[in-house]
């Protein structure tokens, strides 16, 4: 068929282009902006509990790429909320989620290939998945990439890199990677030895209130250790700790108390029941 | 239904606990069996409460099984001959670890349930003094479930050790597949492991 042209018909072509410009335009908003809507009202079903109709407003969105749904699909499909337990479809669609560059789901879907749900352990995959997520900052993959290299498992054993990426993941916030990073730059390992350091991140660890941390950093409250001394704030952590649960808390928090005065001990009483955790954002 | 059999699993999650966990002393059946109800009821009056919030429901889920269930003993079992050449560091991190894997695991499943019934079936004595606790979880469809929990009294108030479902104690199934990790990566290496299970990020809001 021969094609129409001449002045009139271009006028009549880029008219009709623009409008199917127009049209295109107004399509992608329509449908990008229930999608939106849609999201959230899958995320409002699932904190009701009510998994069954997050999955199937999760679903489309997921199938047609959002990362976000399909990261959610495959939680729902990894705990069995809404659907049948299944790990393989987990796996797919954090695979998916994953190579969009969701980061949680390449973080997710490195402790599949390391566990060995649903598929055979696959260490190579697991560390790719978790270095992908890392280097985006995932403070969860940065941490077990670390001691995985501080323990030599999976990966070569190297204390440089195990401190790198520990570092990184203390930076994060989370607490358990400030108490080994403290660890670390208290023996000297991957890192020079440094007390001023050392007792900053078990300090950081204490104040998002890991037990072990508070009564690791009372000891160099009472010495003096890396941290100016000062016995009122090391019983404070003493009590915390040992309200805590942690074993050997309670027993250093009489031995100090022993040598407190007791409206010292008042003033450390206070400052627990007034202290409170410092949430990370995670 | 299969929500139904977690819940089963997971408050159940514990019941077959093995003589190396006892210590002396003889639990009750009536207090026992008391213990259970109670627990139980609480339990799915809070499953079944409506406009709580889910992350809210799970929390108060875990509360629940980590004041009612010994997970430092059951952990130490778990872990087999392992726990007596661990270094402390290793056992630390490990028990802070299990506990945490048992904990968003079970509240995880359970956040989510919207309940049925639970009756008890019956109390036994076991070795060591414990007691076993028959409970049947009726459900719209299908055969009851029957779950076993092992309690066992101590000053501290009645504990769960084990949860036994048609015959299996989950402590024992958890024992042997933590054997298997243990002698193919090491304790390190379950270690990690168990890290990798408990770090998974959940669903997100955005």
């Known amino acids: 068929m021969r094609e129409i042209s001449g002045p009139i018909f271009d006028v009549i072509r880029r008219t009709s282009m623009v409008f199917a410009t127009g049209f295109l335009a107004a399509f992608v908003i329509l449908h990008s902006f229930p999608a939106f809507a849609d999201f959230s009202a899958g995320w409002r079903a699932y904190q009701q509990g009510d998994f069954a109709t997050a999955l199937k407003i999760w679903q489309p969105l997921a199938d047609k790429g959002d990362a976000r749904a399909q990261l959610n699909l495959g939680v729902l499909y990894d705990e069995g909320r809404g659907v049948a337990q299944d790990a393989n479809n987990a796996i797919k669609w954090w695979t998916l989620a994953a190579e969009n560059g969701n980061g949680e789901a390449q973080h997710n ?28 900052g995932i403070g969860r993959s940065q941490y077990s990439l670390g001691k995985m290299h501080g323990e030599g498992l999976w990966v070569k054993k190297d204390q440089r890199q195990a401190f790198e990426w520990i570092k990184k993941a203390a930076q994060k916030g989370i607490y358990q990677a400030q108490y080994n990073l403290g660890k670390m730059y208290r023996d000297g390992a991957g890192v020079e030895k440094n007390h001023e350091a050392a007792a900053y991140w078990f300090l950081m660890a204490a104040q998002q209130g890991y ?54 001990q008042e003033q450390a009483e206070d400052l627990a029941r007034k202290w409170k955790p410092q949430q990370a954002p995670q | 239904m299969r929500r139904l059999a977690w819940l089963a699993l997971a408050l159940f999650v514990f019941a077959g606990t093995p003589p190396a966990m006892a210590e002396e002393g003889r639990t009750s059946p009536d207090e026992a069996v008391k213990f259970v109800a109670k627990l139980s009821g609480e339990a799915l009056d809070l499953l079944r409460s409506k406009g709580l919030p889910l992350a809210e429901k799970e929390k108060r889920v875990r509360t629940m099984l980590a004041d009612n269930f010994d997970l430092a003993l059951i952990g130490r079992y778990v872990l087999g001959p392992s726990w007596r050449t661990a270094s402390d560091e290793q056992r630390d991190q490990y028990l802070s670890l299990f506990q945490e894997f048992v904990l968003r695991t079970y509240s995880r499943r359970l956040g989510g349930y919207t309940g049925q019934t639970f009756e008890i ?9 414990d007691v076993l606790v028959t409970t049947r979880i009726s459900r719209p469809s299908g055969p009851p479930i029957e779950a076993g929990w092992r309690v066992r009294g101590g000053p501290g108030g009645h504990k769960i050790l084990d949860v036994v479902v048609s015959g299996v104690s989950m402590v024992v199934t958890q024992r042997s597949e933590f054997r298997a990790v243990i002698r193919r990566e090491g304790l390190d290496g379950l270690i990690e492991i168990l890290r990798a299970q408990v770090s998974k990020f959940s669903a997100k809001a955005t």
């Open chain 1, 109 to 136: 879907l490195g402790m599949m290939y390391l566990t060995g749900r649903g598929v055979p352990p696959d260490y190579k995959l697991a560390v790719k998945w978790l270095e992908r997520a890392a280097l985006q």
């Open chain 1, 211 to 264: 037990a072990k941390a508070q009564n690791h950093i009372a000891t160099r409250l009472v010495r003096g250790d890396g941290i100016k001394q000062d016995k009122i704030e090391a019983l404070k952590w003493l009590i915390l700790a040992s309200k805590a649960g942690y074993d050997n808390a309670e027993h250093n928090r009489q031995i100090l108390s022993r040598r407190m005065s007791v409206k010292e």
């Open chain 2, 121 to 129: 079936a019956g109390a036994s004595a076991l070795s060591e003094g």
